[in-house]
């Protein structure tokens, strides 16, 4: 089955530090994305990249920018992080094989900002 | 402005009774809608995919269907290990950018 991988669980950081969120996937997608998840807004999506140094803004991207120098990783950067970037933050890849079009989630990294 | 609406936010439901969840969606030029489930603390599981109106794909005890304004995810007999967060996503261009509803959380008690 499709791994992504984040490489952090919980992340603790001070405000206005340079935050970096690495995720990997081991399926050779070309499609991967940037979520926030906050209680009650659901799911919005940051980035979002569909090869590599190839990337497009999705709804929210004020604040953050993205990395995608090899095709498996895909890296979110909170320049100077700020408390309203406290979220759990979700990568995916896209798959378009087998029974039809799915993304698959990493375990999500919940990042505090103080 | 896309939408996609959930309801209800939370479910409570007996081991064995069956239920329905609601993904009402407006969205020009739908391609697909997504149902995902979600543990606590975890990321999103993939469920289901729909196409088109009057589809219907079955996992186990989940269920879902899509008409041209709203999608169901039928739960039938639950038991506790389908409590989780529902969730319902659609997709209108060709990137696989997905819009999500807010998500409905299902408690099954023994």
């Known amino acids: 089955d499709v791994k992504v991988t984040q490489s952090s669980r919980y992340l603790v950081k001070r405000t206005g530090e340079k935050v970096f969120l690495e995720c990997v996937q081991d399926?050779?997608?070309?499609?991967m994305f940037w979520y926030r998840q906050d209680p009650g807004l659901g799911l919005r999506l940051i980035y979002f990249?569909?090869?590599?140094?190839?990337?497009e803004k999705g709804d929210i991207p004020e604040g953050y920018s993205v990395s995608r120098e090899k095709k498996e990783r895909f890296s979110l950067i909170l320049e100077s992080a700020s408390t309203n970037q406290t979220s759990m933050y979700l990568c995916?890849?896209?798959?378009?094989?087998?029974?039809?079009?799915?993304?698959?989630f990493g375990s999500g990294t919940q990042l505090s900002v103080l | 402005e896309d939408q996609v609406t959930q309801s209800p936010e939370a479910l409570r439901l007996q081991e064995g009774e069956s239920s329905s969840l609601n993904c009402s969606y407006t969205v020009s030029g739908l391609r697909g809608l997504f149902w995902y489930r979600q543990d606590p603390g975890k990321g999103p599981e993939f469920l289901f995919t729909l196409y088109s109106a009057g589809e219907e794909k079955e996992k186990e005890r989940l269920k879902a269907t899509l008409t041209k304004k709203e999608s169901f995810l039928h739960i039938t007999a639950p038991k506790p290990e389908d409590s989780a967060t529902y969730l319902c996503a659609a997709s209108t261009d060709s990137w696989g950018k997905l819009q999500f509803g807010a998500g409905t959380q299902v408690v099954v008690t023994p």
């Open positions: 995916a890849s896209r798959s378009l094989q087998g029974t039809g079009e799915k993304l698959f």
């Open positions: 990249s569909y090869d590599v140094k190839m990337k």
């Open positions: 399926m050779d997608h070309e499609n």
